[in-house]
């Protein structure tokens, strides 16, 4: 929505559009308050729209029909193994209370949500874990219910998408590569193939048929529409304001259309800008090192929100176990200099036949553990792990694929000649072009091999629980994560410590309201999503543990507004 800003007064003001953000621009809206939503992109959708789309909200109205139903107890006993002390137990406790209460208010606006039916989380052998049920998924959405906003909304990643356009799921993937060898999948991949085409050939810049985290922002944007939420795209807030006479923050600066404006909001500024992945200064205090610009977070999430609030006075959440959610990422730069950046996240790293070596060739790592705690690992090895090595063979690439190289035989010369993917007729070359020992890299891998063939790890334990067991393959026997590595070309790609989005963040209570450093609300002022602390201190629990969340947060802030009434407007 372009134009002028007008009126300039209203209830409550949002910044960020992100699903945190549009979770309480939505439910303040169906609260009779007056809304605008600020952007400083020009698309709506922030990380949210970039993402898997996952949101973990246990004890959710979908879980027992999911075939899991849910127990409170279990949860809270699970969380308090895992988090621990990382966070504020009573963050903790407003979230599992708030979170089904939260998705059912989102879905009765319009929101379509499903459980998945088995979903193990991240820690799966400690009691209280879940198997499936607590893990939400957005709906398959049509985006040409946008119409002509269609192109306000966020594009995901590039490198998610297929045929320059096409959004696919992981078993959309498993389908359109197996398309030339069975009939089942190349008649559920047909439908799709048609579908883009005509999406195209109709003159749409992507496909319309919307799925993961780009299916999520494509269903609040089109509440938002529904619910005639006010938005400005291209719009920075710069600054949060008091007014003269009043304790409370109340006003924000923004600049719009090349002009500052101050806009006053009656009961609420929510800030929602996505975190610090971007902002040099805060990642060099709260981050480990090494470290480099490995976020696969937007670019613009430049810690807007989080700056501004401590500039008002607000503290900094408690976060023990890290200041962010963790991805190892490769990277490939481009001839312009542009790097394109891969998070290898679900696909490959569980499957049979891909090993991970540090500096010395040796593993450090069971390579199906999660994204979080792959890169603890690296930071935690023995031996230097940055960048650290996925090593697989010709059968692996051929089925699977290795980050941005595409198996199936597709083209990946390209990716070789720039520095990306490595490739060799043998482990002992393939150590050389990467500067490992030949020896201790061969070794390796033939302990690796012997352990396919017994199906078990007895160094790392790859593929013994049910998380990895999950990712992995199923066809795979012993062990659905464990296969050879003996086939030549062998081929390779370096990772790196990268994130997914910051987890350190404002403090805020259980209403989502900012506190100060006194552990006092600073009144007028919310927060959701990465802006706040994690309600887990930086501890991954499970699939979704930043969308449930922000949005359970959002929806708070959107509450408490509701109840108080508008201070005076000023003169």
Known sequence: MKGAISPSDWDVIVVGSGAGGMAAAIAAKRHGL????????HQIGGSTALSGGAIWAPLNDHSAQAGHPDDPQAVRQYLDQVVQRAAEPALREAFLQAA?????????????????????????DLPGAGMGGRTLDPAEFDARQLGRRFTELRDPLAQFMVLGGMMVTLADAKNLLSATR????????????????????????RGTRLVLGNALAGQLFAMLLKHQVDYRLNTKVLELQRSPDSTRIDHVLAQCDGQAIALHARRGIVLATG?????????TEHYPQPNGPYSMAPEQNTGDGITMALASGAAWGRCAAGPALWAPVSLWQLADGQVIRYPHLVWDRAK??????NSAGRRFVNEATSYHEFVRAMYASPEPAIPAYLICDHH??????????????????HLITQGYLYQAPSLAELARM???????????AARFDGYAQ??????????????????GDPAQQPNACLGPLRTAPFYAVKVFPGDIGTAQGLAINGQAQVLDTQGQPLQGLYAAGNDAGSVFGGEYPAAGITLGPAMTFGWLAAQHMARHPPGPTPA
């Open 34 to 41: 007056s809304v605008l939503l600020l952007e400083k992109h």
């Open 100 to 124: 089904p209460q939260a998705m059912r208010a989102l879905q009765q606006a319009g929101l379509r949500l499903k459980a998945r039916t088995y979903c193990p989380d991240y820690y799966p």
């Open 182 to 205: 069975s009939w089942t999948a190349f008649k559920a991949c047909l439908p799709l193939l048609l579908r883009y085409a005509k999406d195209r050939l109709q003159g749409h810049h």
């Open 275 to 283: 975190g610090f992945a971007w902002h040099g200064a805060l990642r």
């Open 352 to 357: 049979p036949g891909l090993m991970a070596v």
């Open 396 to 413: 692996f690439m051929e089925r699977w694929g290795l980050g941005l190289a595409l198996p199936g035989g597709r083209p990946r010369r």
């Open 434 to 444: 990467l500067g490992l020992p030949p020896a201790a890299l061969q070794a390796s």
């Open 454 to 471: 017994s199906g078990h790890d007895p160094e790392f334990g790859k593929g013994a629980n049910a998380y990895n067991r999950y990712l």
